[in-house]
Nanobody, 123 residues
Framework: QVQVVESGGGLVQTGGSLRLSCRAS????????MAWYQQAPGKQRELVAT???????NYADSVKGRFTSSRDNAKNTMYLQMNSLKPEGTSVYLC?????????????????WGQGPQVTVSS
């Protein structure tokens, strides 16, 4: 069984900062790409940032220069430092982890989602 648990959401004023954490735990062989998505009410889920197991990152154009992702592979944890937050950043932030799970003599890839912390940016 694998779990993905996020933390760090909350209420912040425009221009403020928050740091989100996402940890994968359980019967994990390895954690590959981890990602954060933004899910606002009435809108499609949007990719915010990804980070590979080697530390390569990608960001949505809307957050480049303001958000920074990092990870601690020993803890299977990804972080998202969000600076200069804007009201349009108000959303549930969902963490996704691409996880390899050992099953007998084989390794199987799975995709797991967390519940997502709420981030509210007041104007």
């Amino acid at each position: 069984q694998v779990q993905v648990v996020e933390s760090g959401g909350g209420l912040v004023q425009t221009g403020g900062s928050l740091r989100l954490s996402c940890r994968a735990s359980g019967s994990i062989f390895s954690v590959n790409t981890m990602a954060w998505y933004q899910q606002a009410p009435g809108k499609q889920r949007e990719l915010v940032a990804t980070i590979s197991s080697s530390g390569s990152t990608n960001y949505a154009d809307s957050v480049k220069g303001r958000f920074t992702s990092s990870r601690d592979n020993a803890k299977n944890t990804m972080y998202l430092q969000m600076n200069s937050l804007k009201p349009e950043g108000t959303s549930v932030y969902l963490c996704n982890a691409e996880v390899a799970v050992a099953g007998g003599s084989a390794i199987y890839p799975y995709s797991y989602w967390g519940q997502g912390p709420q981030v509210t940016v007041s104007s």
